[in-house]
């Protein structure tokens, strides 16, 4: 709160979140076993995040969005790599052009279909993909676990903006989505969460997007 009119430049966001095989593969890291590999990787902080966004743009020959300074990351948004999105993007993804609670309605009864949540996870995240992806085919965005977004998390302005990237500064930097161990109200579109940035978890993950000539 408050409701506000957000304009979003186009973007292309990754269908899953990021895997353990795959967050291993680009960081060095030694395989996951096979029962973890395709789950998405979890118990890593906002700076993990932003180093293998980094790490998978050099890989594939594109220029770095994220810059370590004296006063912090700082994006570079002429880059053409992989970066984490913004707060508005998240939730305009997770809509996919709905105005309900959830991208498929409102109705709680469906959430299953579409979500690993309290009510079916067995207290643990699941293989990413498995649910019925949201109008725009992307899974995972309601539940399984959560997911790291730029922004430092702080109140809305409450008038219309265009690509908003969070405030200068904060504590905690936002998360989006719910997970696994959470019920059906902190999964929905509209609902974010926070978490310092050095922090780990075995709820919290993330995806990667980039701009929309760049497809992920």
Partial sequence: KPQHRVRLSPFAMMRVGVTQRLYRAVMQQE??????AERPVTDVRWFDAVAFC??????????????????????????????????????????????TGFCFGDDEAKLGDYAWFARNADGAPHPVGQKQANAWGLHDLHGNVWEWCWDWFGPYVGVPVIDPMGGSGGTVRVLRGGSFWDGPKDLRSAFRYGSRPGAKDNVVGFRCVRGVSQTP
């Avoid at 395989?31 to 973890?36: F, G, I, R, S």
């Avoid at 220029?63 to 305009?92: H, I, K, M, N, V």
């Fill in 31 to 36: 395989p996951p076993n096979a029962a973890e």
């Fill in 54 to 99: 980094n790490a998978l743009s050099e890989l594939r020959g594109l220029r770095p969005c994220y810059q370590q300074t004296a006063d912090g990351w700082e994006w570079d948004r002429s880059a053409d790599g992989f970066r984490l999105p913004t707060d508005a993007e998240r939730e305009y993804a997770t809509r996919a052009g709905s105005d």
